[in-house]
């Protein structure tokens, strides 16, 4: 048995740069003009609790809940008036299908650990048409750490695989693979990874 998990953002969906620009935006509009790192993988943990809470640290401002509740809640409508606006987001080529593939395996299973709150990631996905509720899903409310998510994901396939298969886009993606030893697929142009899903084996 072959377990196989997603990133979202820029992995199955192509939403990586209005995604952190609205991210971005939600904070200061909470906290007003904080100062960011000059990336985001600059930041200890790049996940959307992750950054937060190191926002709040670099620019000296007490970690308040009803803030952090507060950034969310601005980012997830700003998702929705995006995706009311201009649709929903598009799909890297084939994403769907391998899915779809892997659900219908009998030697695969899959899961999607992501860096993005619960909420955003489902609105993303349902909004862009993927399969998801027999789909595990590990987030940043789970924790803040990727590695952490990640595990989570692959807690909630069992235990027994041959192998585990993680696709994602950053290099943050590829250091957390390392640490887990897990097989690391790149996908997209910041790591020379695949453009598409067509012809995939895994």
């Known amino acids: 048995m072959k377990a196989v998990v997603f990133d979202i953002d820029g992995t199955l969906l192509e939403s990586m740069a209005i995604d952190s620009e609205l991210y971005t935006s939600a ?46 809640t601005a980012f997830v409508s700003a998702l929705k008036h995006h995706i009311r606006r201009k649709g929903p987001f598009s799909e890297i080529h084939g994403a769907s299908r391998i899915i779809g593939r892997l659900l219908n395996s009998e030697d695969h299973v899959v899961a999607i650990a992501t860096g993005a709150w619960r909420e955003s990631a489902l609105l993303k996905l349902r909004s862009s048409g993927f399969r998801i509720a027999d789909i595990p899903l590990a987030t940043c409310d789970d924790s803040s750490v990727r590695c952490e998510i990640m595990s989570a994901a692959a807690r909630k396939l069992g235990s027994q695989f041959d192998s585990i298969s993680y696709f994602g886009d950053a290099e943050w993606d590829r250091e957390a693979c390392r ?15 695949i453009a598409s899903y067509d012809g995939v084996v895994i």
Not at 179 to 193: E, K, Q, R, S
């Open 27 to 72: 904070i200061r509009s909470v906290l007003g003009n904080v100062e960011f790192r000059v990336g985001f993988g600059d930041y200890v943990n790049v996940t959307e609790s992750g950054i937060l809470e190191q926002v709040f640290d670099d620019n000296s401002l007490p970690l308040e809940p009803q803030k952090v509740t507060a950034v969310k």
């Open 179 to 193: 640490h887990l030893g897990w097989d690391f697929v790149a996908v997209g142009p910041t790591l020379d990874g």
